[in-house]
């Protein structure tokens, strides 16, 4: 029989819809090979050259997103995944196919504990969207049921294959010196919080996008969150009812000594020249490296569409010869690794903790112990909670969500 990771993918919206499925769709027609070179995995290109990617399966809330997010993924295929729907579809995935080997979950931020739950009992092996969970105490079920299990939970951390952040791990960190303080900010369109997400009352914009510079951060430097402090604000969104927070701004206090904020916003407005606007600064003993994420030098305007940025880096089309169009980019690069690790403990029998560098630092936040982990997730989860919910007892009424 030919060796074979069958994916079924909860939550098909703005992003499970669009990064997760193009990619696995990607990998359906191609295999991994193509994309290893990427994340320095290149040297097993041969050997899961022969591994077929299945997506046996997608589910959504509703059976019509399903069969839509299915028929594009036949459209680009020529094989049609199975559809499941409603409040918990997880279960009659992992009912019907008692051999998945990963459950990818893109379901809102609130709902990724109980499928992950759902499949480490069931023995499936992991690929989640950050954040991993929205509180300390599902963290640590998570981290438990992993280990008991011995199966990966890969956190899609994509922020850490930019080429730019691989540039700063590897080489400008050690010339800037020992890291003293910096910034770190993510600011989302508006759209995403009045429109797109119907559940953002159940997160917040740290608990959203945060998590992405708390694992950069922890990945360039090896150290945990010592504490935190938290501040948030509701002016924009209550003006359309909605009563989520427009902002939040934490500074993390780091093990070793560094202080670093953080700036997470999702009100953005749409006249605003790139898709998100995003970016890092730290100052270090001997130095300071600035990283914009947003503008990187490529900018375009026209009649009538206004100035406009693109990430070129995060995923882009490559024509093929065929019409049809490669998705490569450092979007897809974590979702790489968190397969190739899944394959080798499928098909090397490799444990968990052999995998832990893959790809040249602690990859793509498998789980590990929670506090002694040099994995970047938990630490991150575990430092982003007590001081906001100790603060403001909103955060505390509306947690766990
Ligand atoms: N890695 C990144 O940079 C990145 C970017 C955007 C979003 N995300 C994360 O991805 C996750 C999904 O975000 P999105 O932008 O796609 O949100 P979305 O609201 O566009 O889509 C959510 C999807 O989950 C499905 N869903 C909702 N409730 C469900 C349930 N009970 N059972 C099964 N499916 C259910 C919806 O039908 C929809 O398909 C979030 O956790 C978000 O933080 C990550």
Redesign the pocket.
Known sequence: MEPTIKIAL??????????HLRAYADLQRFGVAGQLARVGLDKYARELSPVKFDLVAV????QK??EK?AAAFAEWTGHSPKC???????HDILRDFPDLDVLA?????H??T??ILAALAKGAHVL????MCLTTQEADQIIEAARAKNRIVGV????RYDPDHLRIRDDIQNRIGAPLYGTAYLEEPLE?STS????VES?DPF???GP?WTDLIFSYYKSKPASLTAVGQKKRLVRDGINAYDAVQVRVDFENGMSINFHNNWITPADFEGPVNQGQEIVGADGKVESDQQYRGFRWWNAGGGTRTSNNHFTRDVLRADGTRAYVGY?VD?LTVALVAVSRVKFAGESRDALRTLSGSPATSTTGPRVRSSYGTHPCVEGSRPTPRSRWSRWITRSPT
């Open positions: 909860v939550g098909a919206g703005m992003f499970g819809g669009d990064v589910a959504t809330r509703s997103s399903a997010s499941y729907s409603g409040e918990e579809p997880w979950v893109a379901t809102p931020d709902l990724h109980q499928p989640t969207e950050k954040p899609d951390m994509h922020k995403v797109t997400f119907k559940w997160s608990s959203y996008v992405h979007g974590s």
